[in-house]
């Protein structure tokens, strides 16, 4: 039987004072995939890696650049030049030893994704690419994963929580491929904030403690400071899940 180390109890005490001691292992048997360790993925690792998820998998085929610099704050100037996962992976380590990190420089394609997705219990987004979010989308659908979407650009951001069947999934929302456009503006807390609420819906998924954000559009702008729901629904001619009953 899985128990906390007097460690454990330490590190995690002020949210097992949210969840308890049993909330607290369903984090550590947890198993999390992270597509992407950019603006995005970085904060979603670190609080993942903080609060205790047992399993943390970081899929990224990039290098550090200095123009990640304002945003992705696992990669520091030393890093420039560096794989991605090396240096996120070298830091969350560092960070909380109790936790397993992988690291996998890869490029996100169908064949890694199919190899990744069924082993883990949820998958977050932290991508800046809508080729590769449909098709974690539509993989997530296939294998029954929830998927916690994020996007951002300039001071704007989205989050929409997919729980297969139960919930709109990505492309109910959004039926065709949006341009992409690269490079985008973004300020560096715009990412910070939409990757802190996708982890609190990920702890809330895991943990069955609070209402997760389901069958709504969480839409972040930060220009005015304001927060909007919209209400979604499932779409019976989705092609990805609309066959699901």
């Known amino acids: 039987m899985e128990v906390l180390s007097d460690s454990e109890l330490k590190r995690y005490d002020r949210q097992i004072m949210l969840f308890g001691v049993d909330g607290q292992l369903k ?15 970085s904060p979603i690792a670190l609080y993942l890696t903080a609060a205790g998820v047992g399993r943390i998998v970081l899929v990224d085929s990039e ?13 520091w100037t030393e890093d420039v030049g560096k794989p991605k996962v ?8 560092r960070l909380n030893p109790e936790v397993v990190v992988e690291g996998i420089k890869a490029r996100a394609d169908e064949g890694l994704l199919r190899e990744l997705i069924p082993k883990v219990d949820l998958v977050l987004d932290g991508l800046d690419n809508w ?15 929830p998927f916690i979407h994020a996007g951002i650009m300039g001071l704007y951001g989205q989050l929409l929580v997919i729980v297969p069947g139960k919930t709109p999934c990505l492309q109910c929302l959004i039926p065709r491929k949006p341009p992409e456009v690269k490079p985008f503006p973004v300020l560096g807390t715009t990412p910070a904030v939409m990757a802190a609420l996708q982890v609190t819906e990920a702890i809330k998924l895991i943990t069955n403690y609070g209402v997760p954000a389901l069958g709504k559009l969480i839409i972040y702008d930060g ?17 990805v899940c609309g066959s699901i009953r």
């Open 27 to 41: 984090l550590k048997k947890s198993n999390v995939l992270v597509v992407g360790v950019g603006g995005l993925g």
């Open 63 to 75: 290098d550090v650049e200095l123009s990640n610099l304002n945003r992705q704050i696992l990669h």
């Open 86 to 93: 090396v240096s996120a992976v070298d830091k969350l380590r």
């Open 131 to 145: 080729e590769t979010r449909f098709l974690v989308n539509k993989i997530c659908v296939e294998f029954n994963k």
């Open 223 to 239: 220009y005015t400071l304001s927060f909007k729901e919209v209400g979604v629904s499932r779409r019976p001619d989705c092609p």
